[in-house]
T-cell receptor, first 114, second 116 residues
Framework: KNQVEQSPQSLIILEGKNCTLQCNYTVSPFSNLRWYKQDTGRGPVSLTIMTFSENTKSNGRYTATLDADTKQSSLHITASQLSDSASYICVVSRHTGTASKLTFGTGTRLQVTL | GAVVSQHPSRVICKSGTSVKIECRSLDFQATTMFWYRQFPKKSLMLMATSNEGSKATYEQGVEKDKFLINHASLTLSTLTVTSAHPEDSSFYIC????????????FGPGTRLTVT
């Protein structure tokens, strides 16, 4: 069964601290893995997209890693800011014939506090 | 970057009425658009995939006669919730993709539907 599991479910950190979010998947055949940030009441915004051959990709203070062998990914946030408070969703894409389908994780709700 | 808009952002309607939600790709042509719904603290659930000029493909368990999807142009798709009931209250999100590119779907800001 195609699944994406994220941990932790929720996380509270102090402003300025770093954190790492985890994503494990069983999606096959794998096409790519994406991390999205979703603010409350808003649509998801793409942070990174990684293909099979990519191990790490950065976007500002966000760094994603991918281990395609163990089917694990992480999202590291450096020097957190209050505006980082959001849900972070791991999404894995797979090919199904002529289309690609996305499998969404349930997200990690991050709260950054003073 | 690619921008997708949705209208309205919030809508409240009475039970039994129909409501239409628009999804537009503002600066690119979207051959494929996707409609999702999201319940509080839950993940996005794909409802249907629509290609411009053809009938939408609905996911298992999604009633096509209740959730009417029209994708009449490369920049506009609409979702109509017919005979809405309180259990249809949810956050509806569309996304748009470009044919041949499996890399990216651009999400709209979502529409909050409340059925009273």
């Amino acid at each position: 069964k195609n699944q994406v599991e994220q941990s932790p479910q929720s996380l509270i950190i102090l402003e300025g601290k770093n954190c790492t979010l985890q994503c494990n998947y069983t999606v096959s055949p794998f096409s790519n893995l994406r991390w999205y940030k979703q603010d409350t009441g808003r649509g998801p915004v793409s942070l990174t997209i990684m293909t099979f051959s990519e191990n790490t990709k950065s976007n500002g203070r966000y760094t994603a890693t991918l281990d395609a062998d163990t089917k694990q990914s992480s999202l590291h946030i450096t020097a957190s800011q209050l505006s980082d408070s959001a849900s972070y969703i791991c999404v894995v894409s797979r090919h199904t014939g002529t289309a690609s389908k996305l499998t969404f994780g349930t997200g990690t709700r991050l709260q950054v506090t003073l | 970057g690619a921008v997708v808009s949705q209208h309205p952002s919030r809508v409240i309607c009475k039970s039994g009425t129909s409501v239409k939600i628009e999804c537009r790709s503002l600066d690119f042509q979207a051959t494929t658009m996707f409609w999702y719904r999201q319940f509080p603290k839950k993940s996005l659930m794909l409802m249907a995939t629509s290609n411009e000029g053809s009938k939408a493909t609905y996911e298992q368990g999604v009633e096509k006669d209740k959730f009417l999807i029209n994708h009449a142009s490369l920049t506009l798709s609409t979702l109509t919730v017919t005979s809405a009931h309180p259990e249809d209250s949810s956050f509806y999100i569309c996304s748009a993709g470009i044919s041949g590119s499996s890399y990216e779907q651009y999400f709209g800001p979502g529409t909050r539907l409340t059925v009273t």
